[in-house]
């Protein structure tokens, strides 16, 4: 089966960047997802086909790509962006999540 | 607006059946491929099962395969989980997605101990 690798965590100050990686082989075939996920909430659709950001997303997460790894990024992080966020693909039937980052805003 | 509701969790012994349902409204989901994850308390998100949209394909987790059933009920705009052979790491928060991940439900705790 296929496995997407992310760091456990990321910390980063108000106001400065944090970036996200996930790899993983299946990513060579799919576009990657991204979701932000709270403490006692469902996850949230942040990023989708790589790059795509749904409506009512804020304009500092943005997805980029680079061979079979994708990356989240938080422009000028808001406290409000402390949460885990997964990425998430899926190819020949494999549908996967990546492990979970935590990110720290302080 | 789309909406969807879990229901079905509870307390059950290993070994033991349980069916999970999800009510969806503000959208038909004979249309969509629609999921399972499920998260276990403290864990991160499993993907754990997809039903086509017409019914036809049936994809699953390897930890859950020749346990889990998926399957829909159109009449009634209702997914359904059944899940057999219950074993404690199946104790999870399980979620039903519609297919894109926009929408989620809130979950239904499936809590499996003896």
């Known amino acids: 089966s296929h496995e997407l690798t992310q760091p456990s965590s990321v910390s980063v100050s108000p106001g400065q960047t944090a970036r996200i990686t996930c790899s993983g082989d299946?990513?060579?075939?799919?576009?990657a997802r991204w979701f932000q996920q709270k403490p006692g909430q469902a996850p949230v659709l942040v990023i989708y086909?790589?790059?795509e950001r749904p409506s009512g997303i804020p304009e500092r997460f943005s997805g980029s790509r680079s061979g079979t790894t994708v990356t989240l990024t938080i422009s000028g992080a808001q406290v409000e962006d402390e949460a885990d966020y997964y990425c998430?693909?899926?190819?020949?039937?494999?549908?996967?999540f990546g492990s979970g980052t935590k990110v720290t805003v302080l | 607006q789309v909406q969807l509701v879990e229901s079905g969790g509870g307390v059950v012994q290993p070994e033991r059946s349980l069916r999970l349902s999800c009510a969806a409204s503000?959208?038909?989901?004979?249309?969509?491929?629609m999921h399972w994850v499920r998260q276990a308390p403290g864990k991160g998100l499993e993907w754990v099962a997809v039903?086509?949209?017409?019914?036809?394909?049936?994809y699953y987790a390897d930890s859950v395969k020749g346990r889990f059933t998926i399957s829909r009920d159109n009449s009634k705009n209702t997914l359904y989980l059944q899940m057999n052979s219950l074993r404690a790491e199946d104790t999870a928060l399980y979620y039903c997605?519609?297919?894109?991940?926009?929408?989620w439900g809130q979950g239904t705790l499936v809590t499996v101990s003896s």
């Open positions: 997605a519609k297919d894109g991940f926009l929408d």
């Open positions: 503000g959208f038909t989901i004979s249309s969509y491929d």
């Open positions: 039903i086509s949209s017409d019914g036809s394909n049936k």
């Open positions: 299946v990513l060579a075939k799919k576009f």
């Open positions: 086909k790589d790059t």
């Open positions: 998430y693909s899926a190819a020949d039937n494999n549908y996967v």
